[in-house]
Nanobody, 125 residues
Framework: QVQLVESGGGLVQAGDSLRLSCAASGRTFSSYTMGWFRQTPGKEREIVAGISWWSGGITYYADSVKGRFTISRDNAKNTVYLQMNSLKPDDTAVYYC?????????????????WGQGTQVTVSS
């Protein structure tokens, strides 16, 4: 069982930066593939970024955030981060952290087993 708690969301202006954190409970955090997803009203939840279980491992980014967002993890701290730079109004969403017990990095929402409660990110123009 893994519990995830996101933090770091807020209201910023276009061009600003935010860093989201996701603190995980459980002793097996280092064995989980982690992902950041986001959702806006009326739309399906979409993956933003993912990272394989080992620090410095394989990463994935949605085309819409490549070059602006960076996912990283610190297995010693049971924490995964999402550094978001050059934020745009289109990045406004609730951001969710998710954990997948499988070792393969997947982009499908249904492949993730545990979810945080979400944190709101609002980018004003």
């Amino acid at each position: 069982q893994v519990q995830l708690v996101e933090s770091g969301g807020g209201l910023v202006q276009a061009g600003d930066s935010l860093r989201l954190s996701c603190a995980a409970s459980g002793r097996t955090f280092s064995s989980y593939t982690m992902g950041w997803f986001r959702q806006t009203p009326g739309k399906e939840r979409e993956i933003v970024a993912g990272i394989s279980w080992w620090s410095g491992g394989i990463t994935y980014y949605a085309d819409s955030v490549k070059g602006r967002f960076t996912i990283s993890r610190d297995n010693a701290k049971n924490t995964v981060y999402l550094q978001m730079n050059s934020l745009k109004p289109d990045d406004t969403a609730v951001y969710y952290c998710a954990a997948r017990s499988g070792s393969n990095l997947r982009v499908e929402e249904g492949k993730y087993d545990y979810w945080g409660q979400g944190t709101q990110v609002t980018v004003s123009s």
